[in-house]
């Protein structure tokens, strides 16, 4: 795009057991306090093999600029972010996370009774 401008800040993908079914994308931090954005591993496992997701956060395989990059275009009413990320370090990560809990099983982690009691009003 014409007049595309490109800085380079520090982002971390995490994964945690306790919440299965997402992933963080954590902007800034060390440096500063961090943004933080929570959404679908399957978006992003999706996503590195082709355009995936609606709304916030969509995923962009492969980008003819540089195909080594995945793109992560994350959106707020106030403005619009497009990252580009290292294909590999994705890949790697997804694999990381899949070895902890398999895509499929992670119905299995959910703890249905102890979300319900969390969301129920004290003494109900």
Request: proline share 8%.
């Amino acid at each position: 795009m014409a007049g595309e401008r490109w800085v380079p800040l520090p982002a971390e993908l995490r994964y945690e057991v306790t919440d299965p079914y997402a992933v963080r994308l954590s902007i800034g931090a060390p440096l500063a306090s961090s943004v933080d954005w929570v959404f679908a591993r399957s978006l992003l496992a999706r996503g590195i093999h082709r355009p995936a997701g609606i709304g916030d956060v969509v995923v962009i395989p492969r980008h003819r600029c540089d195909p080594r990059s995945v793109r992560i275009l994350l959106r707020t009413r106030a403005g619009a972010a497009l990252l580009a990320v290292s294909a590999y370090a994705v890949r790697d990560f997804l694999r990381r996370s899949d070895a902890l809990v398999p895509p499929g099983t992670e119905h299995r982690l959910i703890d249905l009774d102890r979300l319900v009691r969390r969301l129920a009003p004290d003494g109900e």
